[in-house]
């Protein structure tokens, strides 16, 4: 992970059954390949936890902005997913999540 780096850093951490974890890793990795100038995006997958590290280069006012616009951007798309996987859970039952979305400095 980048947090080694002496920059601003904000960690994701979602945790959820296996086909939950993977089906946000495919809905968020295709973003994170390429992230913005002075922007570094690290990921760690596991069976049911998904971590997604962003870090900032810049001047340190303009890095906090970009990264907790990130950020917020990352929890909102998050958001959308969960709605989605409990919406199309409701007439199967077959999909069960205890999805947790923590933002850590």
Do not use: F, W
Not at 7 to 12: A, D, F, L, Q, V
Not at 64 to 72: A, E, Y
Not at 89 to 101: I, K, L, Q, Y
């Amino acid at each position: 992970m980048c947090s080694q780096v002496a920059y601003p850093c904000g960690k994701i951490v979602v945790k959820g059954s296996k086909q939950y974890i993977n089906a946000v890793y495919a809905s968020l990795h295709p973003d994170n390949i390429k992230p913005a100038p002075r922007m570094r995006i690290s990921e760690v997958l596991e069976e049911d936890t998904y971590v997604i590290e962003i870090c900032v280069s810049n001047n340190l006012l303009y890095a906090l902005r970009t990264l907790r616009s990130t950020i917020d951007e990352l929890l909102g798309l998050l958001e959308v997913i969960d709605s989605i996987e409990t919406y199309s859970s409701m007439g199967s039952g077959s999909m069960e999540s205890n999805t947790s979305m923590n933002s850590v400095d």
